[in-house]
């Protein structure tokens, strides 16, 4: 499955990208590095059982075992102790991370209820932060099984220089935005 969108973007984006702006050489044209998928789980510190839940998901979603991300330091007014597991991250590269590409794209967005589009507002780097507020547009997850509804963070890692550049290839990768970039 993931080889047609990697297929893609070795025959048809790399040119396009090329043509658009203007590259010397192949190597120039920005690229997706990797996609990290987050949760925060402030609840967590309560909850035990709502990490393990959330692993579960996301290595569900994924297809990539998650982890637990641990805080930093204590802070006692949210009762929270160093090295707490406060969230769950996983870390896509390669075949996983253009198969993940492709359902997100093809499948998940699609199911959001009054979809219209994502914004277009990139980190200044060339790199795109998509927020979802409810993991169950993905298939994999069984609504019946779910005890809470959590949302996630989706950042695509880009080799991009520019945000026009990164813009310009998540755009060719098929990602929906909703209006053209100013």
Request: hydrophobic share 40%.
């Amino acid at each position: 499955m993931s080889a047609t969108l990697q297929k893609d973007y070795k025959e048809r984006i790399v040119p396009a990208l090329e043509k658009e702006f203007n590259y010397s050489t192949v190597m120039q044209v920005p690229r997706l590095e990797k996609i990290v998928i987050n949760q925060g789980l402030g609840q967590a510190t309560q909850d035990k059982k709502l990490i393990e839940t959330s692993i579960n998901e996301i290595t569900a979603i994924t297809g990539q075992k998650a982890v637990a991300t641990l805080s930093k330091k204590d802070i006692s007014n949210f009762k929270l102790r160093k090295k707490m597991p406060v969230g769950v991250m996983v870390t896509l590269r390669r075949d996983r991370m253009y198969e993940f590409l492709e359902r997100l794209i093809r499948v998940a967005l699609p199911r959001i209820r009054d979809f219209k589009g994502i914004e277009g507002k990139l980190d200044g780097r060339g790199n795109y932060t998509l927020g979802i507020t409810e993991q169950i547009i993905f298939p994999e997850i069984n609504i019946d099984n779910i005890n809470k509804l959590n949302g996630m963070n989706i950042t695509f890692v880009t080799s991009a220089k520019t945000d026009e550049e990164g813009y310009a290839l998540l755009k060719h990768f098929g990602l929906p935005f909703k209006n053209a970039k100013k």
